[in-house]
């Protein structure tokens, strides 16, 4: 740990008690709906109802199973199956998935107090910046050592988000963050498994716990942050300096169902008619070359690591949003598997690792990640991600967001 | 990490499998009933109710406080409310509460599937050793920085102890470990807080959830102990060399409600009439100096970190295995107060800290922790504790677990 420059446990106060700016909360409504369909089409594929079905409390708290239960099984439920696909938001500041870890535990809490959507969104934006800032403060160390922030960061972001709905005191609200010390954990060796979204799942439940018990009555060690024996030094923190400051509105959301690494190239072609192009270099950072850069797949979860299927995939006209668009059918069609040919991928370490060339025919196309995207843009882009991830009831749930129907927004979450 | 001599999930397996011991068997039995009296008075003290009100699930396992629950709500809440008084056993291999964080798990579990005394005691039992075996993994280095071994080795035992009831396949067993090493946490730093208990119930909810999940087919990463990425090395583990073996035999259980500092004085001098002694000087390991060597304590908690003052109290026939002798009355007794002047404490660092040289009136009273306790001289106080903490409702405990009749022991419970 460096020297002590911020008192974290005095920021995620501060946080807490934070009016967020309007461009925040824009941004954080669209993160509402985008979550929403993550959620929705994360729990009609299936591969969790098993799970999800052992968690078996009756509440009032909605789940996206359709079944009413505790505030604490519905944040776990709804945390796990709306990171369950894998297509929710990203902030790339800590490397984390901040809407899955908070929006969750705000819903829930929401709910339980009556409390408008508008109150939701603000609670999820706080806890959400709180989720960054302590990703920051923990640092690089941590997330390579083995930590995954989602769920790490993400926990005490669920504590921020559940204690402001909760209307904790300054008191409680620091208890609560010293039980979720205790409490947050997630390991990155869970990738690639069924233990990815439930790393998610359990930070929300964490925050929601966390909040209900200091309210309950639960101590807690004064700074368990950044004290001695506390979550910094157990947890391999940086102790970074982190100035209190607004982060989410350089959230991304992913337009694309495969592999980040792949969306710079997707999007530096968008617009592009690539169906008559011969030759086709993607010149991409190298970390990428082993992890998506496969050049035959012929399954549709192989597929999703292939710069050259994907971009085959966009040359006929293939959504790359569409999540059953990366089917096996779809990685052995004859079509794009002859087209994968044109492409040749080089690795070009001038580049970050968001930034992307591709040259087609011999004309460059760059896209940078990092670059914000206009509002409006960002807006159709996320309307159109969830109808297609969720048909017209992305509307219906938009529209409950806009009408501050937070009864009514719950209600669309079930199938 | 040193190199890995020992594949510690094969070994955590190896125990899921293993048939314990006679005389490990009849020590769980002991620490059934030791741990039931501990339950049942930490839910009397009240500290908890309004925090175990907050876990409203129905279901059908036992819960200390009457309310029926789902077996992972009844894991939590007893988990804590057992470790509540930290009355319990310990043990000094890795220094962790091996019962609190495993009986629970197997009582839940147990009721059910409708298995007998019997199998919850033979669950219990390998949960326990894997548990202490996951702690002589971890090592020295994980507890100093800041972990709860309580809680994380603990998680492991529990998971287990609930998979054996389960009848996990080997598969299963090991996707449980997994999903467990994502989810364990626990950090000293609440020592001293509500968070202490609530550290070991939530080892026991961590390995009851595990290993139901993972019946319900949630996947994990394969080795997510001793595996890149993994428990151990996030957890600053020193991945110790860990033999198969039985090491419940030695567990310890505390016979006086006051700091484990203590205790081996208290042993010494047990029988020995201190009435009209003149001069006792006590001679102990140096750490202890400032742990528990208050010398004029004024309330009934630091009276609990006072060689001169236990001793006065054993020296007027107070019962030091009694929680309640430790009042404020007690502390401020003029008579006891008075007798305090004759005991003097000084560091001896020939001595273990296990180690204690109490001498009266020049004649040496020595006492080592570590020493193990007759079969029949344990009993014969654990029987007497539980009488001490939950009056006559100790017998028919025993005599439930005599009987192996599981309904009986888990009605029992309840007051």
């Given at each position: 740990?460096?020297?002590?420059?911020?008192?974290?446990?005095?920021?995620?106060?501060?946080?807490?008690?934070?009016?967020?700016?309007?461009?925040?909360?824009?941004?954080?409504?669209?993160?509402?709906l985008?979550?929403?369909?993550?959620?929705?089409?994360?729990?009609?594929?299936?591969?969790?109802?098993?799970?999800?079905?052992?968690?078996?409390?009756?509440?009032?708290?909605?789940?996206?199973?359709?079944?009413?239960?505790?505030?604490?099984?519905?944040?776990?439920?709804?945390?796990?199956?709306?990171?369950?696909?894998?297509?929710?938001?990203?902030?790339?500041?800590?490397?984390?998935?901040?809407?899955?870890?908070?929006?969750?535990?705000?819903?829930?809490?929401?709910?339980?107090?009556?409390?408008?959507?508008?109150?939701?969104?603000?609670?999820?934006?706080?806890?959400?910046?709180?989720?960054?800032?302590?990703?920051?403060?923990?640092?690089?160390?941590?997330?390579?050592?083995?930590?995954?922030?989602?769920?790490?960061?993400?926990?005490?972001?669920?504590?921020?988000?559940?204690?402001?709905?909760?209307?904790?005191?300054?008191?409680?609200?620091?208890?609560?963050?010293?039980?979720?010390?205790?409490?947050?954990?997630?390991?990155?060796?869970?990738?690639?498994?069924?233990?990815?979204?439930?790393?998610?799942?359990?930070?929300?439940?964490?925050?929601?716990?966390?909040?209900?018990?200091?309210?309950?009555?639960?101590?807690?060690?004064?700074?368990?942050?950044?004290?001695?024996?506390?979550?910094?030094?157990?947890?391999?923190?940086?102790?970074?300096?982190?100035?209190?400051?607004?982060?989410?509105?350089?959230?991304?959301?992913?337009?694309?169902?495969?592999?980040?690494?792949?969306?710079?190239?997707?999007?530096?072609?968008?617009?592009?008619?690539?169906?008559?192009?011969?030759?086709?270099?993607?010149?991409?950072?190298?970390?990428?070359?082993?992890?998506?850069?496969?050049?035959?797949?012929?399954?549709?979860?192989?597929?999703?690591?292939?710069?050259?299927?994907?971009?085959?995939?966009?040359?006929?006209?293939?959504?790359?949003?569409?999540?059953?668009?990366?089917?096996?059918?779809?990685?052995?069609?004859?079509?794009?598997?002859?087209?994968?040919?044109?492409?040749?991928?080089?690795?070009?370490?001038?580049?970050?690792?968001?930034?992307?060339?591709?040259?087609?025919?011999?004309?460059?196309?760059?896209?940078?990640?990092?670059?914000?995207?206009?509002?409006?843009?960002?807006?159709?882009?996320?309307?159109?991600?969830?109808?297609?991830?969720?048909?017209?009831?992305a509307d219906?749930i938009a529209q409950?967001i806009d009408?501050?129907?937070?009864?009514?927004?719950?209600?669309?979450?079930?199938?």
């Amino acid at each position: 740990m460096n020297q002590r420059r911020v008192d974290i446990t005095a920021l995620l106060l501060a946080y807490a008690q934070a009016e967020p700016p309007e461009d925040v909360r824009a941004v954080m409504r669209l993160s509402a709906l985008d979550w929403a369909a993550c959620g929705i089409a994360g729990h009609r594929d299936g591969a969790f109802d098993c799970w999800a079905a052992t968690m078996t409390s009756k509440g009032p708290a909605t789940r996206f199973d359709g079944r009413g239960g505790t505030l604490a099984d519905a944040a776990l439920v709804n945390g796990t199956l709306s990171h369950a696909l894998d297509y929710d938001d990203t902030h790339f500041a800590h490397i984390g998935h901040p809407s899955v870890a908070v929006i969750p535990a705000t819903l829930a809490v929401a709910e339980a107090q009556g409390a408008s959507i508008e109150q939701m969104i603000d609670a999820a934006a706080v806890g959400a910046e709180a989720s960054v800032a302590v990703g920051l403060w923990l640092g690089r160390d941590h997330y390579q050592v083995g930590f995954h922030q989602t769920a790490t960061a993400g926990a005490f972001g669920s504590t921020v988000a559940a204690g402001r709905l909760l209307g904790l005191s300054a008191d409680h609200m620091r208890a609560a963050l010293g039980l979720c010390s205790t409490m947050a954990s997630g390991l990155k060796s869970q990738f690639g498994t069924m233990g990815k979204p439930l790393n998610a799942g359990l930070a929300v439940r964490t925050g929601v716990e966390a909040a209900m018990w200091a309210q309950a009555g639960l101590t807690s060690a004064e700074d368990t942050l950044a004290g001695p024996l506390g979550f910094g030094v157990t947890h391999h923190g940086e102790g970074a300096d982190v100035p209190f400051g607004w982060r989410m509105g350089s959230v991304s959301h992913k337009f694309h169902a495969c592999c980040h690494g792949l969306h710079a190239a997707l999007e530096a072609v968008r617009g592009v008619d690539l169906s008559g192009a011969r030759q086709i270099t993607v010149h991409t950072h190298p970390r990428w070359m082993t992890v998506c850069n496969q050049p035959s797949p012929d399954t549709g979860l192989s597929a999703k690591f292939s710069y050259r299927h994907v971009l085959a995939m966009a040359a006929h006209g293939c959504d790359t949003g569409d999540i059953t668009a990366f089917s096996d059918a779809c990685a052995r069609d004859p079509a794009l598997v002859a087209w994968r040919d044109r492409v040749e991928v080089e690795a070009d370490d001038t580049l970050t690792e968001m930034q992307v060339r591709v040259v087609v025919d011999g004309v460059a196309h760059i896209h940078d990640l990092d670059a914000p995207l206009p509002f409006e843009v960002r807006q159709k882009r996320i309307h159109a991600k969830a109808r297609a991830l969720v048909g017209a009831r992305a509307d219906e749930i938009a529209q409950a967001i806009d009408d501050d129907d937070l009864p009514c927004f719950a209600q669309l979450l079930t199938s």
